[in-house]
T-cell receptor, first 113, second 114 residues
Framework: SAVISQKPSRDICQRGTSLTIQCQVD?????MFWYRQQPGQSLTLIAT?????????ESGFVIDKFPISRPNLTFSTLTVSNMSPEDSSIYLC??????????FGEGSRLTVL | SQQGEEDPQALSIQEGENATMNCSYK?????LQWYRQNSGRGLVHLIL?????REKHSGRLRVTLDTSKKSSSLLITASRAADTASYFC??????????????FGKGTLLTVNP
């Protein structure tokens, strides 16, 4: 298993500002994933973050809007840039272990006014 | 794009009853997984079933997989109020390694009434 800590757990932000979410894992992992869960919806993969390379973004998500850093094998950040109310969501960090299952952080609940 | 589709969208039962949730998907998969999410929190992995498996058990959970019908079911027996949560199926359709990708369905909201 893995223990994943996300910060902040929740925040209320003003339109046009940016927020950086941190994800810390208690063990070294190759692949980290960032998901978005809009209110009442399922999870949508934003990007895959591998250490030492650029993040791979899914269709509909771009680096300018969601820049990601992955400085080492235990840490990653996701920035939500130039926020609008449509960005109000839970953002979840996750890692995959050898058996193929994902472990998730508790999520960062973002409200944009 | 959405791969898994759960039904029903919502299910309300009494404590002690069994709960069955279904998941259908569209493309070939390596494995199918079920997750639970308690009210706006992180997801918890429940069970993984590989494409060459037909049934798997874990405690009060039983998962079946029918690759010919591209469907799976999750059965929770003798439900408890603490089982109240949203349940998601997720499919791994990647080619493995760095191409790992898990796609989640829309989820079933299960309410177990005491």
């Amino acid at each position: 298993s893995a223990v994943i800590s996300q910060k902040p757990s929740r925040d209320i932000c003003q339109r046009g500002t940016s927020l950086t979410i941190q994800c810390q894992v208690d063990s070294q992992v190759t692949m980290m994933f960032w998901y978005r869960q809009q209110p009442g919806q399922s999870l949508t993969l934003i990007a895959t973050a591998n250490q030492g390379s650029e993040a791979t973004y899914e269709s509909g998500f771009v680096i300018d809007k969601f820049p990601i850093s992955r400085p080492n094998l235990t840490f990653s950040t996701l920035t939500v840039s130039n926020m609008s109310p449509e960005d109000s969501s839970i953002y979840l960090c996750s890692v995959v272990l050898a058996a193929g299952e994902l472990f998730f952080g508790e999520g960062s609940r973002l409200t944009v006014l | 794009s959405q791969q898994g589709e759960e039904d029903p969208q919502a299910l309300s039962i009494q404590e002690g009853e069994n709960a069955t949730m279904n998941c259908s998907y569209k493309t070939s998969i390596n494995n199918l997984q079920w997750y639970r999410q308690n009210s706006g929190r992180g997801l918890v992995h429940l069970i993984l079933i590989r494409s060459n498996e037909r049934e798997k058990h874990s405690g009060r959970l039983r998962v079946t997989l029918d690759t010919s019908k591209k469907s799976s079911s999750l059965l929770i027996t003798a439900s408890r109020a603490a089982d109240t949560a949203s349940y998601f199926c997720a499919t791994d359709e990647g080619s493995g390694g760095s191409n790992y990708k898990l796609t989640f369905g829309k989820g079933t909201l299960l309410t177990v009434n005491p």
